[in-house]
């Protein structure tokens, strides 16, 4: 999840610029990719929010596997509008949805990851290696670029980009689909 979650931030201000011709929300100019990456961005974190309010209810009453099965199949599924048709309206509206989908992501996430921690006397040692996890899959990221150049030079209109975001949108669904491998007593 993490891999595709920083995929998309690693490209997505580039695929503004090379590939979204009108950078407007609601006929609200946004001037520019780095605004309308921002713009994104808060939405993001605030439908973030809440869905992390609703991942209490929803992870007590479905199971913090099934929550992060079905969070992942939310994230995923944007992510494809947003891979394929280059107007920010779309890209904004997915956002918002992936938003509330990757909130309620982290919060039954942390709950799994304190719930499965092997001994609470190793919490803060444990806890620092699964950041670590999380964190790791930036450097990967990278070896993306080659298929994004690959793609923008040989097909061209910047669909390098849109395999990068559908590569994302697949490591959603693998990373939460994965879970159900957890050993979970709780």
């Not at 997505?12 to 961005?41: E, M």
């Not at 992870?59 to 992060?68: A, E, N, Y």
């Not at 499965?116 to 964190?135: C, E, I, T, Y």
């Not at 990278?142 to 990068?164: Q, R």
Request: aromatic share 10%; with cysteine; charged share 10%.
């Amino acid at each position: 999840v993490a891999f595709g979650f920083y995929l998309i931030l690693l490209y997505v201000s580039n695929y503004l610029t090379d590939r979204v011709a009108t950078l407007s929300l609601f006929g609200l100019n946004l001037g520019s990719a780095k605004n309308a990456s921002l713009a994104a961005a808060l939405a993001i974190s605030l439908t973030g929010a809440a869905g992390s309010l609703v991942a209490s209810k929803l992870t007590d009453s479905l199971g913090r596997k099934k929550t992060i099965a079905l969070s992942g199949w939310v994230m995923a599924i944007p992510i494809i509008p947003f891979a394929l048709v280059p107007k920010y309206e779309v890209l904004f509206l997915a956002a918002v949805v992936f938003g509330f989908a990757y909130g309620i992501y982290l919060s039954a996430s942390f709950a799994l990851a304190s719930d499965v921690l092997p001994n609470p006397d190793d919490a803060a040692k444990d806890m620092g290696l699964w950041q670590a996890s999380v964190a790791t899959p930036q450097i990967l990221n990278g070896l993306v670029g080659s298929l994004v150049d690959f793609g923008n030079k040989s097909i061209g209109n910047g669909a390098g980009y849109s395999i990068a975001f559908l590569i994302s949108s697949a490591a959603f669904l693998a990373g939460c689909l994965l879970v159900g491998k957890v050993k979970h007593t709780r």
